[in-house]
């Protein structure tokens, strides 16, 4: 049981190229979602999914785009890199419909993206 | 809109000593609020879990308070060692059943000097 796993774990993009962050879980948990973490700013929701099919926008969506086409797995692409979106990106999942729920969030690991 | 607080942003206390961390939150309308660790270059950890309905949880020596009236939770952590060392981030969780997103505060970085 791997939990939740992203890969890659490090990046380096030049202005203007594109790219996709990978995440994946194995607890068949209904809900995934997309953080950013920046210095004093907390963690920020990028974009969730409820289930395959659907996803829909967090706090800070913008330049970002999502797809979920399974239970497992979750990708974040970034169309056209920038500056501003060098941060270090988190995958989450939790239990939505399953019982028990607690509500408990479970994290990836990270993936520290810098934008040249 | 909600918001999270956490004070202070850093804490060096030395080894043996019990702390106290704190989260306070603008809405009490919380569906639970969560205690996570992050060790430098790691990913979140949950620690604890608080329902709503509940006004505490205990786990070793970390023990975790929820006031909602107030606005507030606590996270204690008793006889603190080196290896508890790590940024300590409060969330809470609001909304309805599967959009129900948290929110995070800025974290709490504790050193502890042995």
């Known amino acids: 049981n791997a939990g939740v796993t992203q890969t890659p774990k490090f990046q380096v993009l030049k202005t203007g190229q594109s790219m996709t962050l990978q995440c994946a879980q194995d607890?068949?948990?209904?809900?995934m979602s997309w953080y950013r973490q920046d210095p004093g700013m907390g963690l920020r929701l990028i974009h969730y999914?409820?289930?395959?099919?659907?996803?829909d926008q967090g706090e800070v969506p913008n330049g970002y785009n999502v797809s979920r086409s399974t239970t497992e797995d979750f990708p974040l692409r970034l169309l056209s890199a920038a500056p501003s979106q060098t941060s270090v990106y988190f995958c989450a999942s939790r239990i939505i419909y399953q019982k028990p729920n607690t509500g408990e969030l479970f994290f990836g690991e990270g993936s520290r993206l810098t934008v040249l | 809109k909600q918001e999270v607080t956490q004070i202070p942003a850093a804490l060096s206390v030395p080894e043996g000593e019990n702390l106290v961390l704190n989260c306070s939150f603008t809405?009490?309308?919380?569906?639970?609020l969560q205690w996570f660790r992050q060790d430098p270059g790691k990913g979140l950890t949950s620690l604890l879990l608080?329902?709503?309905?509940?006004r505490e949880q205990t786990s070793g020596r970390l023990n975790a308070s929820l006031d909602k009236s107030s606005g507030r939770s606590t996270l204690y952590i008793a006889a603190s060692q080196p290896g508890d060392s790590a940024t300590y981030l409060c969330a809470v969780s609001e909304g309805s059943g599967s959009a129900r997103q948290l929110t995070f505060g800025s974290g709490t970085q504790l050193t502890v000097l042995p």
């Open positions: 607890m068949n948990h209904e809900y």
């Open positions: 608080i329902q709503s309905s509940q």
């Open positions: 809405d009490s309308a919380i569906y639970n």
């Open positions: 999914s409820v289930g395959a099919g659907i996803t």
